[in-house]
């Protein structure tokens, strides 16, 4: 199948919601994906249990009062609250959350105003959630709630203009099935050379839609397998330089090995063959 819209992490859901398997898309036993990451090419990370983190995208709307710049006295600055709350935010992360449990808090993007001079009505902070567990997602969002409400109340602002939230998407961890794990990476020894199959790397903390084809089905089991895509010499000397890899993902300096297109549609080619032995 093809997803839509994986980055926004809607696309899957909203299939579901259109009701695929209504429409006669058959419920499936296995649900298989792919996805590129700068480890050389030649190499895969193919782990059991949760591999990629679960997350929320959403957007909290400060509102003020406007006016002229060059008098802020009668105004209610919803930039000066923005970022405040920026700020306050990652006091969540290492105040709140244990050091042990993994967590990322993210401002994507701040929108607000249109001239030097005047002092907008309202500011919009764009935040992004990394979490594991359902306690974690909680701490961070009752958190980013009381910060707003902080804010709005020392600012003198009414019940009624305290800060909105809209949330936008929710996706709960990936969760590699150790069974189908353990047949695809025996299987995909014959393509690849068994050292480069990294089962034992630490859960990635991006995030994945693609379970949700299947959430609360109890008939499909998942496996998500990351692709390398970065040239092996670009990633070695990466590597001999303490770095983690070459180039990051959403990032302008990312590179594609193009040797890595057929050796993606191989290794698919031959996992998803495995899968349709009995």
Known sequence: MAQPAEEPLTGAQAMVKDKMYERGVPVPDYLFGMHTW?????SIINGTGERMAGSDQLDVTFYGVGGHGSTPEVTKDPIVMACNAVMQYQTIISRSIAAQDAAVL?????????DNNVIPA???????LRWFTEKTR?????GIKRINEGIAIANGLSKENYPGILMKST????VNDASLASKVNNVLKTVIAPEKIITNSLPLMGSEDFNHLVLGNNKTVCDYVIIGTANPADYAKAIQ???RAPYFNHNGNYQVDLAAIPMG???GVTALLE????
Not at 138 to 142: F, G, V
Not at 171 to 174: A, G, I, L, S
Not at 275 to 278: E, H
């Open 122 to 128: 309202s500011a919009v902070v764009k935040l992004n």
């Open 171 to 174: 996706v709960f961890p990936q």
């Open 265 to 267: 549609v191989q290794i």
């Open 241 to 243: 330089e303490g770095k």
């Open 38 to 42: 700068p480890i050389a090419v030649g």
């Open 106 to 114: 993210t401002v994507g993007a701040i929108h607000a105003g249109a």
């Open 138 to 142: 909680n701490i961070l969002l009752e």
């Open 275 to 278: 899968m349709f032995k009995k």
